[in-house]
């Protein structure tokens, strides 16, 4: 087998495959340049004795096998990720359940004692508050523009 200087040919290529946008790049490159230009190519890179056919399929080798490769780890992705989803259903159908449940429970108890949080935007929750709008309160977004525009202003 034929190496490149200091490592092997696999290695070669993808050392270039990195500066061409990975193996499809440098397979559309090692197609479209001309023999001086692969030559070079191929002096630059250390590599000798090796033909540009055997190269291009080497390449195309690489590519294939990467490709099958993503593609598995894409597919174990989508299952350990849908098997983790299906395996806490239940728990996930409760939490459903709690969220969308309109109880008396302002504060998000669930039978188990355990506190949620609850916004409370409900008008009557809403009267409760104690709070006091500020002075200079607007709704007339000119007014806010103009205030915001103010150079210099302190908040």
Same mark, same amino acid.
């Given at each position: 087998?034929? *190496?490149?200087?200091?490592? %092997? +040919? &696999?290695? !070669?290529?993808?050392?270039?495959? /990195?500066?061409?946008?990975?193996? #499809? ?46 593609? *598995?780890?894409?597919?174990? %992705? +989508? &299952?350990? !990720?849908?098997?983790?989803?299906? /395996?806490?259903?239940?728990?996930? #159908? ?62």
């Amino acid at each position: 087998e034929s *190496k490149a200087s200091g490592g %092997s +040919l &696999e290695d !070669a290529i993808r050392i270039h495959a /990195g500066m061409h946008g990975g193996l #499809d790049g440098l397979l559309v490159k090692m197609e479209s340049i001309d023999e001086a230009a692969f030559e070079r190519l191929m002096q630059d890179a250390g590599i000798r004795g090796v033909s540009r056919s055997e190269i291009v399929r080497r390449i195309r080798l690489m590519s294939s096998v990467e490709g099958e490769e993503c593609i *598995k780890v894409c597919a174990r %992705s +989508l &299952e350990e !990720a849908m098997e983790a989803f299906s /395996g806490d259903r239940a728990s996930f #159908d409760d939490y459903i359940r709690r969220s969308m449940s309109s109880g008396d429970n302002s504060m998000g108890m669930d039978d188990e004692g355990d506190r949620g949080f609850s916004v409370q935007l409900d008008s009557v929750s809403l009267s409760k508050s104690g709070g006091t709008m500020p002075e200079d309160f607007s709704h007339d977004p000119k007014a806010m523009i103009a205030r915001l525009k103010q150079k210099g202003r302190q908040s």
